[in-house]
């Protein structure tokens, strides 16, 4: 078995494409990983702005969490409809530019890459938090865990979607089972205890209130918590990949994710409350975050501790996965329409959109480079994108269900997620816009120029090459062919040939190096092994042989010489092709590249950079 084979699974046909779609199980894992990991560090993110009220924080958590849980069933009922609407591709790009036009699209697509890029970093780096409370003399390799872990993800979803689906079902469901148990427990003790319930593991003591309770302090505490939300809309920018039928499997695993996330914040927030738990320094020492918090003031810090930290490890680690599953495919959507790279829209031997993967990768990694992998250095930036995305795809589907008519209860529902996902989305830039929420406010009209300018360079491409008229049969005469000939063997014999198939003007040119007499001694031989090998056969059989030419070159470059003599030829033989033909040796090991020069291969950029509108390169393969 090759390597590439082991890592990234065998080639698969395009028949098997249908079996590599999942239900709702899969899909859970596959797509909602990004909202289950979000209920950690979105709520820890809003306790973390409530830090200056102290204990008194703990009594406004609930007003904080409570609009979210509002605006999450908003969204769920929203995105079913946009689901049924749309059941091939129901993601933002699509709707808007069905609905709102190419403004709309290029605005959606923007914000759309640039969260999940960012989904990436985050999710990560809060993984890696979870860990290094856990074990603190991990928190020095926080950066190198979360470049792994990265890592990890890639290659599992260069397998494919099915694969990783599977592969992360077990902590998903684990962290579900987990997170549930506890919690409800910890609901019981507070019910039980009229409120009051006795910690196992005593939480860190609150500090005191250095400011009174604000509603523009509010207002940033909600920003900051609308980060659990970011990612409901995955499910209907993958629901390609649901098997039949489509709109049931869909719908589950939507349904699934958001009353799995809503029940978590809940519980966390009632928890957070009932056990007097607020957010840490994640730069200070001693670091915990509030789920490991959580989970020690109810079970203590025994194997139910370290069960329910590794599950929220992997949920939190894996959670790019919702990234990894949903980016390339849109990019595939942007590509096809002109606006990305061609090679984003093509498939790779595992039938994975494996230039989206890569892509997401890189930057990825480049940000949590640049951040040193710090989730309260990467909040400030999150949540835009997803809340641009929210309202972008709701306004599409107002005026979907405007042009289909008859339609007012489900225009009605989307209205509603149009005007709250606006709210949210100038109260969560108005919060973060100092903090760093400007960069993403820049960076999206900045990808939206990137993507204009790639469209445009698509239409001016496909303008050039576009045929006017009939086809033309002035320019079909045989062309003179140029045979790069360093000196007689099977490779050059081959090319000679085929050479002579094409045209009957024939030219073998050899570059001379001029360095003296023992030059002038070589070029004796090889002119005269020539004429004796190749043009007297050739003669005696009646046929025409190719021209010797030998050219100079001074200056030891391979294509001026050669793009000189086209040029005289040129201008002999107006209106007539000329051919170069390059032999060239196919190596079979990686390291025999190393020891040849791979002048055929410079020879021919050259050539293809320089070449004018009549000159046409064959390349003659030897595989030896």
Known sequence: MKLIDLLFGRRLANREHEQRKIGWVAGVPAMGLDGLGSSSYGPEAALTILIPLGAASLAYIGWVIAPIIALLLILYLSYRQTLLA?????????????????????????ALMIDYILNVAVGISAGVGALTSSVPSLHPYALWLCLGILALVAIANLRGTREAGWLFAL????????????????????????????????????????????????????????????GVEAVANGVDAFKEPVVRQARATLTVICLSLGLLLIGIAVVAHGYRLGAMDQTAAGYQ????????????????????????????????????????????????????????????????????????????????ILFDGITDRLIPLFAIGAFLTFTLSQAGMVVHWLREGGQRGRMLINALGTVTTAVALVIILLAKFADGAWIVALAVPL????????????????????????????????????????????????????????????????????????????????????????????????????????????????????????????????????AILIPERVHRRWWAHILHSRRADRLRAALMEHAGPRLMIVTAPWRG
């Not at 470059?557 to 000329?578: C, H, N, Q, Y």
Request: charged share 15%.
């Open 86 to 110: 749309y059941p091939t591709n129901g993601g933002a790009y699509t709707v808007a530019k069905e609905n709102l036009g190419e403004p709309g699209a290029l605005l959606a697509a923007s």
């Open 171 to 230: 902590p998903t469901y684990l962290f579900l089972a987990s997170f549930a148990g506890i919690i409800g427990y910890g609901l019981f003790q507070i019910l039980a205890t009229g409120g009051n319930p006795q910690p196992v593991v005593a939480p860190p003591e609150l500090g005191r209130a250095t400011e009174a309770a604000s509603l523009w302090l509010l207002l940033r505490a909600f920003a900051a918590g609308c980060t659990a939300m970011t």
């Open 289 to 368: 975050s509030v789920l490991s918090q959580l989970v020690g003031a109810i079970v203590g810090r025994g194997v139910l501790y370290y069960a329910a930290m590794i599950s929220l490890l992997a949920v939190l680690c894996l959670s790019a996965n919702t990234s990894f599953v949903a980016f390339p495919r849109v990019c595939r959507l942007v590509a096809l329409d002109g606006y990305l790279p061609r090679s984003f829209a093509v498939s790779d031997r595992r039938l994975v959109f494996s230039v989206g993967v890569l892509f997401l990768t890189a930057t990825g990694a480049g940000l949590l």
């Open 447 to 578: 990808t939206i120029a990137a993507l204009v300018g790639v469209h445009r360079y698509y239409q001016h491409a496909d303008r050039q090459l576009e045929a006017a008229g009939p086809f033309s049969v002035d320019e079909i005469d045989a062309p003179t062919v140029l045979v790069a000939y360093e000196d007689r063997n099977r490779m050059t014999d081959r090319a000679l040939r085929f050479a002579m198939t094409l045209s009957p003007d024939v030219v073998a040119v050899h570059l001379l190096r001029l360095k003296g007499p023992e030059q002038e001694e070589d070029l004796r031989g090889i002119r005269e092994r020539y004429e004796a090998e190749v043009a007297a056969p050739l003669t005696a059989a009646g046929m025409t042989p190719p021209r010797l030419m030998l050219v100079p070159a001074p200056y030891r470059e391979i294509d001026g010489p050669l793009l000189d003599l086209v040029a005289k030829i040129d201008e002999a033989t107006p209106g007539r092709s000329v």
